[in-house]
């Protein structure tokens, strides 16, 4: 079955960086877009970032542009979301994203505090 697993959460100054990974199984990895979504306290879960089956395109939201850089590993079925001068608003429980066969599937979260 479907399983991803987020990690690389934690405590961090603004200004700040971190890297999340995370790891895929149960499917083709390769074949298959991967995202990135986040939801703050009190707030509505969002798309952060998306990135194509082959890496060649990806996708950010506006408020995270310049900052954050997705990217994956094929080899080691692996999407990564590298996040540079956070900022307090960025603290949110980060969650990877996977559609396949119609069905949204989603890892447990991993949650990143943005605070001095």
């Known amino acids: 079955q479907v399983q991803l697993v987020e990690s690389g959460g934690g405590l961090v100054q603004p200004g700040g960086s971190l890297r999340l990974s995370c790891a895929a199984s149960?499917?083709?990895?390769?074949?298959?877009?991967m995202s990135w979504y986040r939801q703050g306290p009190g707030k509505e879960r969002e798309l952060v970032a998306a990135?194509?089956?082959?890496?060649?395109?990806?996708n950010y939201a506006d408020s995270v542009k310049g900052r954050f850089t997705i990217s994956r590993d094929n080899a080691k079925n692996t999407v990564y979301l590298q996040m540079n001068s956070l900022k307090p608003e960025d603290t949110a429980i980060y969650y990877c994203?996977?559609?396949?066969?119609?069905?949204?599937?989603w890892g447990q979260g991993t949650q990143v505090t943005v605070s001095s």
């Open positions: 994203k996977t559609r396949k066969d119609f069905r949204d599937y």
């Open positions: 149960g499917f083709t990895f390769s074949s298959y877009v």
């Open positions: 990135i194509s089956a082959t890496g060649g395109l990806t």
